[in-house]
């Protein structure tokens, strides 16, 4: 389901912060509780855990990177990633794992797209691995769709009134990832050095991608 909410709040009224990345949170410790759970109960082998593990740990948002950076550089690609995500990345050799949908937004000079899941954290794990710990926090789940440009600003992203700001609620069956804006003066940088420039935090919809050499705010 993909919803837009982009109308004005007025910021005298308290609202939860959203968590930066810090130490093992808690879905980290209630992981490793319920793993030691299942092996003691015989319910699965500390093996069977550990590979599914590493085919988790082996996913990072290097491979999103890798599928943008080609989008940026090769339309014909993009159109395709456009009009099927899944479809796309197996054609860079990323691999599911699973039977969900990936649909990629793409960011233009009118849209901004930021990516939620408010009934529990789907993600795009197999393009961008783990999410992260404030993404499947109820502070996040829920101002991303009641107030997003105020949310797109504590993550430092300021967004101009006259550029839409698009949420898209992920499901059990479809994951989104944002398509960034490639930023100008790039245009002689190689496809991995694109790469390079494309963070998590962009293809969640976050944070945009500066140009190279512009003064972090």
Same mark, same amino acid.
């Given at each position: 389901?993909? @919803? ?34 299942? !092996? ?19 996913? $990072?948002?290097?491979?999103?990177? #890798? ?10 690609? #993009? /159109? ?27 960011? $233009?000079?009118? !849209? ?23 993404? #499947?926090? #109820? ?9 997003? /440009? ?16 698009? !949420?898209?609620?992920?499901? @059990? ?8 804006? /490639? ?15 494309? $963070?998590?935090? $962009? ?12 003064? /972090?705010?």
């Amino acid at each position: 389901m993909s @919803a837009v909410h982009d109308h004005s709040h007025d910021h005298n009224h308290p609202h939860a912060e959203i968590t930066q990345d810090g130490g093992p949170g808690y879905y980290d410790l209630m992981t490793a509780a319920v793993t030691e759970l299942l !092996v003691e109960r015989g319910l699965f082998e500390a093996g069977e855990i550990c590979r599914q593990i590493d085919v988790l740990d082996s996913r $990072t948002p290097a491979l999103g990177a #890798k599928a943008v950076a080609r989008a940026w550089m090769d339309p014909d690609f #993009k /159109r395709r990633l456009l009009a099927d995500g899944r479809v796309g990345c197996e054609e860079l050799g990323i691999s599911f794992y699973d039977d969900t949908q990936l649909i990629v937004l793409e960011n $233009t000079e009118r !849209v901004h797209n930021l990516i939620v899941c408010t009934l529990c954290s789907c993600y795009p794990r197999p393009v961008l691995g783990l999410p992260p710990d404030w993404y #499947k926090l #109820k502070p996040y789940r829920a101002r991303a769709i009641s107030e997003p /440009r105020a949310v797109l600003a504590e993550f430092g992203a300021q967004i101009p009134d006259d550029v839409e700001v698009r !949420v898209s609620d992920s499901t @059990a069956i479809v994951r989104y990832l944002v398509l960034p804006r /490639r930023p100008a003066g790039t245009e002689q940088f190689s496809e991995s050095e694109l790469a390079n420039l494309v $963070t998590r935090d $962009t293809m969640i919809g976050v944070a945009v991608i500066d140009p190279p050499g512009a003064p /972090r705010q």
